[in-house]
């Protein structure tokens, strides 16, 4: 049964110790409610949903519950949910699974230049595979344009994808008006919603998507568990093999512990969401504010904090004048300040963010980027410390800096359109 402690009781045992953990984005903590939710499904509720004696039925019985709690956190029907093993898992079924099988339909899909790095390779390898792909631009905050959208449309157009907010950047994309523009013409509307999930409402029946890509993590579930919101209608082939599970779309047997545990996340993360995004919007809106106040050249990358068009409540995304993103990383680090350069998903490689490139930032510029992303188990604190850290860390950088001719205060980077 889950507990009914408060997040922020529980908060007491979550995350490293002494540690500030600002990179929600990459990764979040299990509830520990989650946690305890999920035990009894593994050593006594431990059936395959598949089997036909009673630890079989008990396990399905979990799974279809668990589903329908899923399916209510969007406002979904039950069967329009396929568990998959993750986001980048979803995305594929979607893209893959609905080229495949409307290619009589057309071969033209839609996508923009901020998508997960999932979405952009799930492209190139449908474009190897005879599919048109077009990448709409994005504004220098970020932001896609229905009407730039609406002009690229062609008869041959089977399928849009727009993700619901940048995980990097954390614009919010105008998915009602997308909807919208695409409702009658046929065409499927998929949005990647992992980076916005929690963090806004989002609701089936009210922005009518055909697809939807939810992972557990993101609304502290445990990682390795997504999800496939699929419209009822809407018809996609396989791309997982073998037993025929989730009504043939994803073959595999269910991993009913995680999926009870996702169902328990969403319970508690719609309980609590308006509540717990406001409380991690002003700790992250106090640390644009400190950050653009007390350290020269700072720049917020992406939406102004009052851009009508939203950004996510939980992200700050800054570029400090002549200095490498990975080295303040690695420099916050040995303050024991977990941050980021911008998406785990493509931390491994040196190429500056595309997102950030699209917005028209120029390469340097991208390449000083630093984001913290907040959650439900940041504190008030977690802003001092990364202030207590942070000048210091940038100051020291760019005194090794040749690129640094010490401007005063406020003075503007120039170059690119990036946003002051
Ligand atoms: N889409 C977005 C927007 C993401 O941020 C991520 C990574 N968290 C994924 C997809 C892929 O998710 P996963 O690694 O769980 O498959």
């Known amino acids: ?61 979990a799974l279809e519950e668990a589903r329908a709690r899923v399916a209510r956190f969007i406002g979904a029907e039950p069967a329009e949910i396929v568990f998959t093993s993750g986001a980048t898992e979803a ?21 923009t230049e901020a998508e997960h790095i999932s979405i952009l390779n799930i492209a ?28 690229r449309i062609t008869d041959e157009t089977i399928l849009v994808s727009v993700g619901w907010a940048s995980n990097e950047i954390g614009t919010i994309q105008p998915i009602a008006e997308i909807a919208e523009t695409l409702a009658g013409t046929g065409i499927v509307f998929h949005s990647d919603a992992v980076a916005a999930e929690g963090l806004v409402p989002i609701d089936v029946r009210e922005t009518p998507v055909g697809m939807l890509s939810l992972s557990s993590n993101d609304i502290y579930g445990p990682r390795g568990l997504g999800v496939l919101y699929l419209r009822k209608g809407v018809a996609l082939a396989p791309v997982l093999l073998g037993g025929g599970q989730e009504r043939g779309l994803r073959s595999g047997t269910e991993d009913v512990a995680s999926i009870a545990g996702m169902a328990a996340a969403a319970d508690i993360m719609a309980a609590e969401m308006p509540a717990e995004t406001a409380r991690i919007k002003a700790i992250r ?23 009508p068009g939203g950004r996510l409540p939980n ?9 490498e993103g990975e080295a303040m990383v690695l420099s916050l680090r040995d303050a024991a300040i977990a941050a980021s350069t911008g998406s785990a998903c493509s931390s491994k490689t040196l190429e500056p963010s595309h997102t950030l490139i699209s917005c028209g930032l120029l390469h340097e510029e991208a390449h000083g980027s630093l984001e913290f992303t907040f959650g439900r188990f940041s504190k008030e604190e977690d802003v001092d410390r990364i202030m207590a850290a942070l000048p210091g860390v940038v100051a020291r950088l760019r005194e090794l800096s040749p690129l640094y001719n010490k401007p005063p205060v406020g003075k503007a980077l120039g170059g690119g359109k990036g946003p002051a």
């Open 1 to 61: 049964m889950m507990s009914s402690a408060k997040a922020t009781d529980a908060g007491a045992a979550v995350g490293p110790a002494g540690v500030v953990y600002a990179d929600y984005q990459s990764s979040k903590p299990v509830d520990p409610r989650v946690v305890e939710a999920m035990l009894p499904y593994f050593t006594q509720n431990f059936g395959n949903a598949a089997s036909l004696h009673g630890v079989g039925d008990a396990a399905t019985a």
């Open 91 to 111: 995305n594929n079924l979607a893209l893959i699974g609905y080229a495949m099988r409307n290619r009589r339909k057309g071969d033209h899909i839609i996508i």
């Open 124 to 151: 190139k390898y449908l474009e190897k595979n005879g599919f048109r792909i077009t990448r709409l631009p994005i504004d220098l905050y970020g932001r896609v344009s229905p009407k730039k959208l609406r002009a």
């Open 285 to 307: 809106d106090r640390l644009v504010a400190r950050v653009l106040a007390e350290i020269p050249d700072a720049h917020l990358n992406g939406a102004p904090l009052d851009h």
């Open 315 to 323: 992200n700050a995304h800054f570029r400090f004048a002549a200095v």
